[in-house]
């Protein structure tokens, strides 16, 4: 699966890199009054050393990517 190329930071040039999960608001809708149309899943490389972002990628193109992945 190649989902990004990067292998470490642009800025620190560290290479402790993580993936992480993230819920984020659409609509701009307020807290409170969010249906589940209005909410989006993401995933985002960031740094460890210096918190940078570097990628962000949407749950679908993730999912889509491991149903074409090869055993």
Known sequence: MS???IQKCREC?????KWQAVN??????AEGRL??????CVFV???DDCSE???TVSA???AEQLSQAKP
């Open 45 to 47: 490389l960031g740094c």
């Open 35 to 40: 249906r589940t149309h209005e909410v989006t």
């Open 60 to 62: 679908d193109k993730i």
């Open 24 to 29: 984020t608001n659409r609509g701009g809708v």
């Open 13 to 17: 040039e560290s290479t402790s890199l």
């Open 53 to 55: 972002t570097l990628l």
């Open 3 to 5: 989902v990004s190329k």
